[in-house]
């Protein structure tokens, strides 16, 4: 007998990774049926081309999966069987936002999935969570590292991971993700990327805060939501190679590239493809900035913003997707983002096929950007 295919309920299926999931599942033919939430309409989420019949109509629902009434009608279907797969990819990704926002869109969103995924026996339920839960370490965090958040999303992430991990009966597996980087990126790649392009615009020298070796661990979208898929089946054939007594009850996997990637990293491969001069500030302007952090990342923005609105208006793009040199002050702390990924190459045999952060990888997510005419 053939080996039936799992079906496949996507949390915030329009979201970055979630929709780069849809589309890994749909290539490979992988999942019997695919259903894709999210309160955003693909017609309204930004999709390239290339995600068109993997986010087609057909695949999405509607909804807030934070609504409680919400959970029967995303959970439900037409068979009356339950979902075999389920991958919480939503979640409040914005930095600087209330902590009843983050309490709302991540905390309790993740505790009604998991408790509804529990109650219908889903076989597997992936929560996405964030290495931004670890205490800042000279060496990479391993999944059994002291955890200490330090900023706001990891704070409700790990608290959710802890409640989840309180739900009876829930099939739970936990993932923790560095800068999720690739081709139409947003966030932590893309601020770098377009204050690359102001200063190469304005002739001025990029300088970062802090030192080269401050550590921002990396991991490329296809290796990611590969791993995502892997892990889930994983789970579902048995857990081979899993030992609660050593290990937990519940398996927590760090996603992380072998590339080690630190701001030097960046600067390095920026320098090269805007031909601008990268430095650090040095001690100085970085002790300074450490305790006046507001005004310094102000500072900044002021200088930023406008020579980027000149480059849209002359290029003629009104729209620009997620593209902003705007640079939030979570994103600048002096804290390492650094991660230990062995265990999912140990446990899963899991290869990376992007396993470092390169000058191409990066000339390709400015590549997708003109794709969008999002790039001047």
Not at 244 to 270: C, E, H, L, R, Y
Request: aromatic share 10%.
């Amino acid at each position: 007998m053939a080996d039936v295919k799992p079906s496949v309920l996507i949390i915030g299926g329009m979201g970055y990774i979630g929709r780069f999931l849809a589309l890994h599942i749909h290539k490979n033919n992988l999942a019997s049926e695919l259903r894709l939430v999210d309160k955003v309409l693909p017609q309204l989420a930004g999709l390239a081309p290339e995600f068109s019949e993997a986010c087609s109509q057909d695949k999405f629902m509607q909804a807030d999966a934070s609504r409680p009434d919400a959970l029967s009608r995303i959970f439900s279907r037409d068979d009356d069987k339950t979902w075999d797969y389920v991958f919480n990819c939503g979640g409040e990704t914005r930095y600087s936002q209330e902590d009843e926002v983050y309490k709302l869109r991540s905390l309790k969103l993740a505790v009604a999935l998991g408790q509804e995924a529990a109650k219908r026996n889903v076989k597997v339920f992936v929560e996405l969570s964030t290495g931004m839960v670890y205490k800042s370490d000279s060496s990479p965090s391993k999944e059994t590292d002291k955890l200490k958040p330090w900023n706001k999303i990891a704070v409700f992430k790990l608290q959710a991971e802890e409640e989840l991990a309180k739900i009876e009966g829930l099939n739970l597996v936990i993932v923790r993700l560095p800068h999720v980087y690739g081709p139409y990126a947003a966030q932590w790649i893309a601020t770098a990327l377009v204050m690359a392009r102001v200063y190469q615009y304005i002739e001025g020298e990029m300088k970062w805060l802090w030192t080269k070796d401050l550590r921002t661990n990396t991991v490329h979208i296809d290796d990611a939501v590969r791993a995502l898929w892997d892990i889930a089946a994983w789970y579902d054939a048995g857990k081979a190679k899993w030992d609660s007594s050593t290990m937990g009850n519940v398996p927590i996997f760090n996603i992380v590239d072998k590339g080690a990637t630190t701001q030097g990293t960046i600067a390095d491969i920026i320098g090269e493809i805007f031909k601008i001069p990268t430095g650090f500030q040095g001690q100085l302007v970085s002790t300074f900035a450490r305790l006046n952090l507001e005004s310094v990342v102000d500072d900044v923005n002021d200088e930023v913003l406008g020579p980027w609105a000149d480059l849209l208006q002359t290029a003629n793009i009104t729209r620009c997707g997620p593209l902003t040199p705007f640079m939030e002050k979570e994103l600048l702390k002096d804290t390492d983002l650094s991660m230990d990924g062995s265990r999912l190459e140990e446990v899963l045999d899991f290869k990376y096929e992007k396993p470092t952060l390169t000058k191409e990888l990066v000339e390709d997510v400015i590549e997708s950007y003109k794709r969008m005419n999002w790039w001047p």
